[in-house]
């Protein structure tokens, strides 16, 4: 059965849609500000992660930092609190905006969107907050003013080793001059809040940086340009508008993307079918790179990726992180169990599902409620339509590599070899420094050689070299290590396999 929308429907819905992404929401909560982030304190809260190079490049001394809100109205107050792990830390007093670690939280608790609020601090306020490397905290405005006491409700961190972190609770000033004529607005379910956090850090070299979830550059001075977010019970809305598809408590794109993907699709079984081998997000989604790859992160309970796929098989990819957690996979809406993404930084790791009727499904991962960290995503891919077999020795991150993609070796001769159908096939690598020259056969015809190493590009590339033209039905693929390389630059002669992708 296909969907039948009017033309009116859609206008009507166009016509509500704001022109900007929808808010993030802040649950209410009263945690005490000592520094030591809690996980009861901060159960049930959003986490953003600052990942992104903000004005300029990113810190190399801040491995990772994450931040989230709350607010009471019992107390008037927005609480945030940013971790950070931070491998060179200069913890002292502030002596000025590059000179010592810290972390920029601004605030609109109006939703003004002023601009030149630069050292102005009227309607949105930045408050500094840092370490003064002795057990005690400091706070100043923006631009190093010192703040009268009782303007801020409560502030402080906390230091373990790399591990820093920051609690502050905030008056939601709606005008203000330290010191001198102010406005506090009541908070309330479904006020709109200008809020962001930029963590500042500089190194043992003097190295100045600064990370952030976004690179809305002068948010300091435009407070348009700071995340909305709206003040919720629990996390939830408390009443869904129309036409928000999502659920985020906001009709936006989001949520016209969503009814387009639906637009004269069959939806009685499956809704929201993506595009078969694409994946398709929902709920807060980060990105970044496994090496070079790009990777898809999210810690927000409920977000999910899923797509749509023909066959009896299908394999999700992804990497561990010490901050990583679980995940739930659903084959055509039944649960396949909880998987987990914690281990060491940036080591593959694949969950193979098989045994499956030979028609169309839908997979999807969804991170784990109540979410416990990050799942992070690479990519949906077949696994092995055929047997595989390896000759010699390979590496895999120290662990078996049957149970692995991305797999190498350096050992001439040494060979992978798998059979597969379709009428053409994909060999995917990644290119190192010392990478060689394969030498591929399709059903024991002869080999061509293809040079793995890509001069210029930064290590870990994504490589792929296609076989077009086959003949309908099963086939043989052989990638053999030469044990050399083409003499332009190669430090070693190594191969590696990802994985190879059949196609008609």
């Given at each position: ?422 009428t053409e096939v994909t060999f995917v690598a990644s290119s190192w420094p010392d990478s060689g020259i394969a030498g591929i056969s399709i059903d024991g015809g002869a080999e061509e050689m293809v040079d793995l190493y890509q001069p210029g590009t930064p290590n870990g590339s994504k490589f792929e070299w296609t076989k077009t033209g086959l003949s309908a039905g099963s ?30």
């Open positions: 059965m296909k969907l039948k929308i009017s033309y009116l429907a859609v206008l009507l819905f166009i016509s509500s849609i704001s022109l900007a992404y929808g808010p993030h929401l802040i649950p209410q909560g009263q945690p005490v500000v000592d520094g030591v982030v809690g996980s009861a304190e901060w159960d049930g809260v959003v986490w953003q992660t600052a990942d992104k190079a903000y004005n300029g490049s990113a810190p190399t001394d801040i491995l990772y930092a994450k931040w989230a809100a709350t607010w009471s109205p019992a107390t008037n107050l927005i609480y945030v609190a940013v971790v950070t792990f931070d491998s060179e830390r200069i913890l002292n007093s502030w002596t000025g905006a590059d000179q010592q670690d810290y972390v920029a939280i601004c605030v609109d608790a109006g939703d003004s969107n002023a601009i030149g609020q630069l050292g102005v601090n009227d309607k949105m306020q930045q408050w500094n907050i840092g370490a003064n490397g002795s057990g005690g905290a400091w706070v100043v405005l923006g631009n190093g003013t010192a703040i009268p006491a009782g303007e801020i409700a409560a502030y402080a961190v906390s230091v373990s080793g790399a591990s820093v972190s920051y609690e502050v609770a905030v008056k939601p000033y709606t005008s203000y001059v330290p010191g001198g004529s102010q406005t506090i607005k009541t908070l309330a379910i479904d006020n709109l809040v200008g809020l962001d956090v930029v963590v500042c850090s500089r190194n043992s070299a003097g190295v100045f940086a600064m990370l952030a979830n976004d690179q809305n550059v002068d948010k300091f001075d435009n407070a348009g340009k700071l995340i909305d977010h709206k003040l919720s019970l629990n996390g939830e809305c408390v009443e869904l508008e129309a036409g928000d598809l999502d659920q985020d408590c906001h009709v936006n794109f989001a949520d016209f993307a969503i009814l387009a993907e639906s637009w004269l699709v069959d939806t009685t079984t499956i809704p929201n079918t993506p595009t078969i081998g694409t994946p398709v997000f929902t709920g807060q989604w980060g990105g970044g790179w496994f090496f070079k790859w790009p990777r898809s992160y999210s810690g927000v309970a409920g977000s999910s990726v899923s797509t749509t796929f023909k066959g009896t098989s299908i394999r999700i990819w992804g990497n561990t992180y010490s901050n990583g957690g679980d995940g739930e996979i659903f084959i055509d809406g039944i649960s396949q169990g909880v998987r987990s993404f914690l281990g060491y930084n940036n080591e593959q790791i694949s969950y193979d599902f098989d045994g499956l009727t030979d028609t169309d499904h839908v997979i999807q991962l969804k991170v784990a409620t109540p979410a416990n960290g990050n799942v992070l995503f690479l990519a949906f891919l077949p696994t092995n339509p055929g047997t595989w077999e390896i000759t010699g020795s390979w590496g895999s991150s120290g662990e078996n590599p049957y149970t692995k993609i991305f797999i190498w070796t350096n050992g001439a001769g040494n060979t992978w070899s798998s059979t597969f159908t379709g086939h043989s693929i052989v990638i053999r290590c030469t044990g050399t390389n083409s003499g332009t630059g190669s430090t070693g002669n190594a191969i590696s396999v990802v994985e190879i992708i059949p196609s008609n």
